[in-house]
């Protein structure tokens, strides 16, 4: 196994991307709904039972549109069975140690609503219904990934994130900036402070034994265009703020036309100091997953 990196999970990309994805950073996986991100993230999250003994969790974050279908792919892809985490109203601290505590691999953090999560589609009133749920959820969203990582869980996979035209009018990526920056990118200690505030110090011996390094934890996020080609994505420039100006990998999953027919594709536009190959990978999905032609 290549030191400091996370195998993607599908056979044959580890070893064009010098080993994987590098431990400690964001990849972000970009392609039209039905491409195969999904199949992606959770062969990715898989990859961590052999690589660190625990397979990674996945972050849901669809509200427009149905659950992505992960239960399902994760039970045939590699007889994952996964499990709800229920959004409580409040952290148990009481029990957040407790040696039989059970947390689920799989967090919907948001209320279906059938519709996009941004200014432009809510009135004033629903984007403040909006934020408020997000507040509330937020000590949720932190426990879920804090108890995880102090059990030994050392990547994750956030999905359901969909195209707008500016970021920063999405709570979607609101969130995710949060996740990123607050959780996974902050000592583990600071983690922990914020989580239980006024109780920290009286769990601070406990904590202490249970502190992990931030730069183990990696994360990929699943980001829908509403591009479909893959020449169109990769033509697409980036602009500055953007979540893929600020990624480590950017892999792009389309369409090629090869005649009268479509294949599928996966270009490596992005992997910081390491190797990342020049050729388009043709792939395909079966029920394993993904598999590189």
Same mark, same amino acid.
């Given at each position: ?53 625990? #397979? ?5 974050? *669809?509200?427009?549109?149905?659950? &992505?279908?992960?239960? $399902? !792919?994760?039970?045939? +892809? ?106 996974? #990118? ?5 983690? *922990?402070?914020?989580?239980?505030? &006024?109780?920290?110090? $009286? !769990?601070?011996?406990? +904590? ?86």
């Amino acid at each position: 196994m290549y030191e400091n990196r996370q195998s993607t999970g599908i056979i044959g990309l580890d070893e064009r991307l010098g080993g994987g994805f590098v431990s400690g950073t964001m990849a972000v996986l970009v392609g039209s709904s039905g491409i195969g991100k999904t199949q992606f993230g959770i062969q990715y999250a898989n990859a961590g039972l052999k690589q660190e003994n625990s #397979r990674g969790i996945i972050f849901d974050m *669809a509200s427009r549109v149905d659950p &992505q279908g992960h239960k $399902e !792919y994760a039970q045939k +892809i590699c007889n994952w069975i996964l499990r709800d985490e229920l959004l409580a109203a409040r952290v148990d601290y009481e029990c957040f140690f407790d040696a039989d505590k059970v947390t689920g691999d799989y967090f919907h953090p948001f209320k279906y609503q059938g519709k996009r999560v941004t200014k432009r589609d809510l009135d004033f009133d629903q984007w403040n219904d909006w934020n408020a749920e997000l507040s509330h959820n937020l000590d949720a969203t932190i426990a879920f990934f804090f108890h995880h990582f102090i059990c030994g869980v050392r990547r994750f996979v956030v999905d359901g994130i969909e195209p707008v035209q500016h970021q920063g009018e999405s709570i979607q990526f609101e969130l995710l900036e949060y996740i990123y920056h607050q959780i996974i #990118r902050k000592d583990a200690e600071w983690v *922990a402070r914020d989580l239980f505030r &006024q109780k920290y110090f $009286e !769990y601070q011996d406990i +904590i202490a034994k249970r502190l992990y390094n931030k730069n183990e934890i990696g994360c990929l996020v699943c980001y829908t265009t509403q591009e479909t080609s893959l020449d169109a994505m990769i033509e697409k420039p980036l602009n500055e703020g953007d979540l893929l100006a600020g990624a480590n990998t950017i892999i792009y999953m389309g369409k090629i036309r090869d005649g009268a027919k479509f294949k599928r594709g996966i270009y490596v536009a992005k992997h910081r100091a390491s190797k990342c190959p020049d050729e388009i990978l043709l792939y395909d999905i079966n029920d394993d997953g993904i598999f590189l032609l």
